[in-house]
């Protein structure tokens, strides 16, 4: 999305295949360069504003470590600490938060309110949830599937089966393996499947990916569509923007698609488990699988932080200024000096 002359990320359908790669392979290069002890200083003298509507784990702990790590600083802007659409309108916090930091991650209640953001900063805008989309868990999705890709096969050989309820990851990486051309089942209960879901406005633009990039799509409740899949994914049984159903409702509707060693046995020699997390161990996933060999989900939880440093380099970078001359700083620097000393203060 472009607003105001700058590229925010809210949606991965405003990137092409190879721009979502190169996020991907950025993000990839910016870890293998750290876990060797370096740590890239591209985040350096840059401070990043995260809006949390709702609580966080991983997007919080991981956006604050990526910009630690590369040299930048993270304010934590959570529930009732701004006065974003409260006395002060959406687009007033933009505008005032595009003078004081140079970055702005948004985790929010309803989409609107981060596209509304983004057409109101002057900053990038990163999108850190919705009840849309997930757009920082795909990249991070992506990282691990690069990372794991069955030996011989290339992304458009694989097929990754969504298991369970069709919530905003289920869309999100819908949208980010059919853009990358990969082949993707959900197999969830009728009336929980992304035609049922509040995300269902993704679907014109999963079918726009598999015309363009190859690749499939399907969404069934019968089991043998899980057959041949290389990766198996799930999440919890409810959305994290619904009042949570009790226990004896989400299994009598979902009983059937927890991911289990039986469906796992469905999948190709290798098939990877992978889970956004939290889980609700016993429910969505057993705990034979969760903490088995096969399981990525760990390996997942970690590359958040590997997709958080790709993208804030990739969307800072990507729109930087031109930097000051070797000149320029040093006469900048005489100028405060020569000030400070006029007035007795060195």
């Given at each position: 999305m472009y607003a105001n002359g700058i590229r925010h990320f809210i949606d991965t359908k405003d990137l092409t295949q190879e721009e979502v790669l190169d996020i991907v392979n950025l993000s990839l290069e910016i870890k293998k360069s750290i876990n060797a002890g370096y740590y890239p200083p591209l985040m350096k003298g840059k401070t990043l504003g995260m809006i949390?509507?709702?609580?966080?784990?991983?997007?919080?702990?991981?956006?604050?470590?990526?910009?630690?790590?590369l040299g930048g600083h993270a304010q934590y802007l959570g529930p009732g600490m701004i006065q974003l659409g409260g006395h002060e309108t959406i687009g007033d916090?933009?505008?005032?938060?595009?003078?004081?930091?140079?970055?702005?991650?948004?985790?929010?209640?309803?989409?609107?309110?981060?596209?509304?953001?983004?057409?109101?900063?002057?900053?990038?805008?990163?999108?850190?949830?919705?009840?849309?989309?997930?757009?920082?868990?795909?990249?991070?999705?992506?990282?691990?599937?690069?990372?794991?890709?069955?030996k011989g096969k290339k992304l458009s050989d694989c097929k990754i089966v969504f298991v369970?309820?069709?919530?905003?990851?289920?869309?999100?990486?819908?949208?980010?393996?059919?853009?990358?051309?990969?082949?993707?089942?959900?197999?969830?209960?009728?009336?929980?499947?992304?035609?049922?879901?509040?995300?269902?406005?993704?679907?014109?633009?999963i079918e726009k990916n598999v015309n363009e990039y190859g690749g499939s799509f399907l969404t069934s409740d019968n089991r043998e569509d899980v057959k041949g899949a290389d990766f198996i994914y799930t999440d919890v049984w409810y959305g994290l923007y619904e009042s949570e159903m009790p226990k004896e409702e989400r299994v009598k509707i979902f009983g059937d698609y927890q991911v289990n060693r039986d469906l796992m046995s469905l999948g190709n020699i290798g098939c990877k488990f992978m889970h956004?997390?939290?889980?609700?161990?016993?429910?969505?996933?057993?705990?034979?699988?969760?903490?088995?060999?096969?399981?990525?989900?760990?390996?997942?939880?970690?590359?958040?932080?590997?997709?958080?440093?790709?993208?804030?380099?990739?969307?800072?970078?990507?729109?930087?200024?031109?930097?000051?001359?070797?000149?320029?700083?040093?006469?900048?620097?005489?100028?405060l000096e020569n000030f400070m000393e006029s007035r007795n203060l060195i």
């Open positions: 949390f509507q709702q609580s966080s784990t991983r997007t919080r702990v991981s956006f604050e470590t990526a910009m630690e790590q916090t933009g505008k005032v938060l595009s003078k004081l930091i140079d970055v702005v991650m948004a985790r929010v209640i309803e989409h609107n309110t981060v596209v509304e953001l983004a057409k109101s900063c002057t900053i990038p805008v990163l999108n850190g949830m919705s009840d849309y989309n997930h757009p920082t868990q795909e990249i991070g999705d992506m990282c691990t599937i690069v990372e794991n890709l069955p369970g309820d069709a919530t905003q990851v289920c869309a999100s990486l819908a949208m980010i393996t059919t853009k990358c051309g990969m082949n993707f089942v959900h197999y969830g209960p009728k009336g929980h499947q992304l035609q049922d879901s509040p995300s269902a406005a993704c679907l014109p633009e956004c997390l939290p889980a609700t161990r016993g429910e969505d996933v057993t705990d034979e699988v969760a903490d088995s060999a096969s399981s990525l989900c760990w390996e997942e939880a970690g590359n958040r932080l590997t997709a958080m440093r790709g993208l804030l380099v990739y969307y800072t970078q990507y729109q930087r200024k031109a930097q000051p001359s070797e000149l320029q700083v040093a006469a900048a620097k005489e100028r």
